[in-house]
């Protein structure tokens, strides 16, 4: 079971600190950046009954390590004094961001992004030799400090080193599924019925997520994927991934041949440590010519900003997995210019299966509409503004047979940007436009109507919703425990106040519960999770606290006391990051975020 976050208020005072703001949560605790004597720390509080364990392996190692390129540690103790509930690590606080969101912003260069791994290869090494393997190495756990470029390995909460105690008893070790080596997972296969089986991670392990790690750098996408998680380990076991160099032309090949080193599918065959890593990096750099200063990925530019008369069409929306994907710095669209809507695919490991089955309806929807209606006769009082015209896309307007569902199915993976610009009009004469384009017209409207009516599409909203999530591990069963029934609504305030409109931010958020449900006291009982800030604000609550400190994983989805899921922005506040809304609204237990 997750343990309960630490819910801090700016201003709150923590063995001296005093907190300014969260900086983050994870799963075994919450980060918030805090002043003591005018200088900034990170400070991470963990819940003692739950994560006591690994509180003295995370301090352990951080004692042990000592590097520029490895967070350090400043110091620790227990919080609160009287009656201690969370360990308090106290950290160097690094001044940049993460490693995924840097190169999403940056758009960086094959020089800058070897230069970023040197640096956590350089980590890996001091780790390695002093005995301890970080377990979890991937772009959340990697900060680039904003001031010089400089990258920090950070978070060593599931480190381990020899002679630590073990802090679960599972299988494997913990970790996040995307990043484990071949190794770990030929070790489940052949040991998952095996009792007391425990596979042991080593430096290699690291190694092998690094590899991952620069091969998302270097071509925008991870180096496997499956519809579901069986599929997946099937993957990483058995298929090799076309070299970063060909699957992006702008990585070098001594680059390339770097990642793919780290990729390699057996430990043996793999580059064998950090320190060889870094020879290889290296040297690669010292052959670097001026090709490694282009940005790697496509930049955003006037071409990405949607306007009435430059809408993407569906055929050019269906091809853009085909090209490089983009970073970087979004182009500020002009008055003349209605707001550019991207939407960047969110995978989760449980729910791929669900999309693609998804969109696989959507295709076959789409089909029988197309067929069931002839073009000739077609009268549409809804034109899509004009695209630019290509026998790729025309072939791609009218789906038929196997490919169109194939293609369809293909678009959740490196889908870049949704455009939904409709200019509503009148014919003035009747139309005599090829059946051709008839037909494309058509397969645009009945795609639109499918995606509206199986999946809940957002049409010509600016923003749409979120896309699906699974509810914490537990939570359902958690609720049940203590009589919060699936379907039910309870009341829920921001604050112990007269309802009114508040303004609100996207991230972390608290609630109240202001009704007793169960043995839940309301008013009292605090529920978290994040605010997401779309076309309504979206709230999903994953953690509830009782008065008495009692916690537990939920899952609550915000819905408005009309009913509609999502809290109605209020005027006064368009942000894309901020909106004013009621402070009262109404909680649904769900079995997943919709």
Known sequence: MRPPPAILVPGAEVLGYTVERQLGQGGFGTVYLARNAGQSFALKLLHLPRVGARVEREVSILLKLRHPHVVGLQGYGLWPPGEPRFAVIVMEYVDGRRLDVWADEKNPSARQVARVLLDVARALAATHSAGVLHRDV??????????????????????????????????????????????????????????????????????????????????????????????????????????????????????????????????????????????????????????????????????????????????????????????????????????????????????????????????????????????????????????????????????????????????????????????????????????????????????????????????PQLRPPPPPEPCPIGAVKAMEARGIEIGDKYVAIFERSRPRIISVSEGPAQFLLGETVGDLPGGTTALSGRLIVRDRVYGRLTWAVTPQGDSFPVCLEVFTEGGGRGMEREPGDDSPSSARVFSTVRVKAVQEFE
């Open 138 to 459: 991937k772009e959340a756990n990697v900060m680039v400090r904003a001031s010089d470029g400089l990258a920090k390995l950070v978070d060593f909460g599931i480190g381990d080193y020899a002679g630590a105690r073990d802090v679960t008893a599972d299988i494997l070790p913990p970790g996040t599924p995307e990043y484990r080596a071949p190794e770990a997972w030929r070790y489940f296969r052949q040991h998952a019925r095996s009792p007391g089986a425990r596979y042991v991670a080593s430096a290699p392990d690291d190694l092998w997520a690094l590899g991952v790690v620069l091969y998302w750098l270097l071509t925008g996408r991870k180096p496997f994927d499956g519809e579901d998680d069986a599929a997946f380990i099937e993957a990483v076991l058995t298929r090799t991934p076309a070299p970063p160099c060909e699957e992006n032309e702008r990585v070098p090949r001594a680059l390339s041949d770097v990642c793919m080193g780290l990729l390699e599918k057996t430990p043996e065959a793999r580059t064998p440590d950090a320190l060889a890593v870094i020879a290889a990096l290296e040297e690669a750099l010292r052959g670097a010519d001026a090709a490694w200063d282009v940005p790697l990925c496509d930049a955003f530019g006037e071409d990405t900003a949607t306007t009435e008369g430059q809408q993407d069409s569906f055929e050019k929306w269906l091809n853009l997995p085909r090209h490089r994907p983009r970073r970087g710095a979004r182009a500020e669209p002009s008055q003349a210019e209605a707001p550019t809507t991207r939407v960047k695919p969110r995978r989760s490991f449980r729910a791929r299966t669900v999309i693609m089955r998804a969109l696989a309806l959507v295709a076959v929807a789409a089909l029988l509409l197309v067929t069931a209606r002839s073009p000739g006769t077609a009268t549409l009082r809804q034109e899509v503004a004009p695209t630019d015209k290509s026998s790729q896309s025309d072939r791609a307007a009218v789906p038929s047979g196997p490919e169109a569902t194939a293609a369809a199915v293909a678009l959740p993976a490196t889908h870049q940007e949704v455009a939904a610009t409709v200019t509503t009009q009148t014919p003035e004469t009747p139309s005599s436009k090829p059946a051709k384009k008839a037909r494309s017209v058509l397969t645009r409207a009945a795609v639109t109507a499918a995606c509206t009516a199986l999946l809940g599409c957002p049409g």
